[in-house]
Each structure stands twice: as C-alpha cells, then as structure tokens.
C-alpha cells in the first residue's frame, strides 16, 4: 500500500480546523473514514488549495470523518503531490475525475503527463 506522507489525521470540522490548520498556505489533502479493524486512516478524496489550505478544508468540514493534510511551498508543488495521491489511490477514492490544473497554468500531472 502506497502511503500519503501528510502526517497525522485529524477530525473533520471547523474546530479541529481552526486549530491544526495555522497557516494561510498551499496545500494537499486527503479525506476519508478510518478502517474499523485497524484503526488506519483510509483515503477516499484528495484535493489541494493553491493558495489556502484551510478555506479548502472548511469545505469539506463535516462531510468526511478525517482529514491528513501538508502544507506546500507553492501551487505546482500542492498540484504535484495531489496528482500523486490521485494514482496512488485511485482505486478506492470518490474522486471521478483527474485533479485540475490551476487556471492559467501549462503544469502536466508527474505520473501520467496529462
């Protein structure tokens, strides 16, 4: 099993949110329940904000039990890694289409070059 690399999980609302999430910057994520037998967190959505990682976040609050994130330097780099989260976990997430690239950008997806 490939891992996400994005640390921690957290619950999955405003208030944990509020005080996990500091920082006004880019980012990916994964969403997703937590295996009943294991205790290990199970992707089910990765996404990324360009620009604010915890706005993105608020979105979702309530919709998924959990969330993983990291914070990035930079858009490409939040594109990049969600794109790889994307492949890495295809089979079992909600996700019905490739991550978008950002508006503007020529970026290509570093695992399929789409």
Known sequence: MPETSLGAFYDLDDETIDRI??????G???LGPL???TGNFVPKYVGRSDDDIKA????????YPKFKFKYYSTAKA????ECRLYHDWLKQLD????????EGSDWKCPVCGE
């Open 56 to 63: 993105r976040l608020k979105n979702w609050s309530g919709k």
């Open 95 to 102: 996700n019905e289409i490739h991550p978008a690239k950002p």
């Open 21 to 26: 999430v500091t920082s006004k910057s880019a």
């Open 35 to 37: 295996n009943a037998d």
């Open 28 to 30: 990916a994520y994964c």
């Open 78 to 81: 939040a594109y990049e890694k």
